[in-house]
């Protein structure tokens, strides 16, 4: 540190104001540090594939080039270069090709025990500030770094920390835009599923309340989505499902009949085809896993 910055550290502690009790200072309000992280890149578009995702940890995706297009659940959002966005615990997402086969993302994943911590990031494009690509290239030198596991970690750990604190302080900035000021037919029908994956959806249901016939609305859907409509809502009434196994504290019946099948028989097998696991088997394994 040269004499300027220490003149500079001078000017600033002289403003420093005298504490009113040398007993009660600051107190954290509680914030977690995310913990089991892993970090790395995508430099081309097809590297992010056309699967839905599905998993219990978050997700934080950082585009530092070419725009594309991420599906939330039932919202699409656009992420420009400079922008960064947290997928949630429990979220369907996939991924729009984006304009160009050559990219640069980068996909920050990590646990934490209280999502709710982080609820101010949920559908949130977040620019990057100078702050977050400062304490961002400091993170990616750590993952590069050689030196004991436990010693990376911490570290690691309390920077991943000031990074999400970093992106809840620009909440003024953030935008929750939307790929279309109107929503497409596509996007139309994915709010509705979604909104209504507690009922028996049929493509004729479908058909009636938009304005396509049947074979149309598969062409134009699977164009879009890259799978049939079919399989489309049965992977958002099995997400669903997942999710209120785990979180809701409602028994296996319940969740079926919140999932639209009326057959205890008929949920549990597409259940099990699905996840590998019976909706109990499951229930217990990540229950216990909490």
């Known amino acids: 540190m040269d004499k300027a910055d220490l003149d500079t550290l001078e000017r600033m502690a002289k403003n420093l104001a005298e504490p009113k009790s040398f007993f009660r200072g600051l107190t954290p309000s509680g914030f977690e540090l995310p913990n089991n992280l892993i970090l790395f890149q995508r430099p081309h578009a097809s590297m992010l594939g056309a699967e839905h995702h599905y998993h219990y940890r978050f997700v934080l995706i950082v585009n530092l080039r070419t725009e594309g297009t991420v599906a ?26 984006p304009k160009s086969e050559s990219i640069r993302w980068l996909f920050l994943t990590f646990e934490l025990t209280q999502p709710e ?20 290239s400091r993170l990616i030198g750590m993952f590069q770094e050689k030196g004991t596991q436990k010693e990376i970690a911490t570290s690691i750990s309390l920077l991943t920390g000031l990074i999400l604190l970093e992106l809840m302080q ?13 929503p497409s037919v596509i996007d139309q029908i994915n709010r509705y599923i979604w909104d209504n994956f507690d009922k028996d959806l049929k493509l004729s249901d479908l058909s009636e309340k938009f304005p396509y016939s049947e074979s149309h609305l598969r062409l134009l859907f699977r164009k879009r989505m890259g799978m049939s409509l079919g399989t489309y809502i049965q992977k958002v009434k099995m997400n669903r499902a997942r999710s209120l196994l785990v ?8 969740v079926a009949q919140a999932c ?4 205890l028989y008929s949920f549990s097998r597409a259940f099990k085809k699905t996840t590998g696991l019976s909706p109990l088997a499951y229930k217990k394994v990540n229950s216990s896993a909490k």
Not at 72 to 97: K, M, T
């Open 72 to 97: 939330l659940d039932n919202r699409s959002f656009e992420l420009r270069p400079g922008e960064a966005l947290l997928v949630f615990p429990h979220q369907f997402h996939h991924f729009h090709p």
């Open 117 to 136: 911590h982080l609820a101010a990031l949920r559908n949130r494009v977040n620019p990057l500030s100078e702050n977050f690509r400062s304490q961002l």
């Open 247 to 254: 979180s809701s504290g409602l028994n296996v019946s319940q």
């Open 170 to 182: 620009q909440e003024g900035r953030a935008s929750t835009r939307t790929t279309l000021a109107r």
């Open 260 to 263: 639209g099948y009326d057959s």
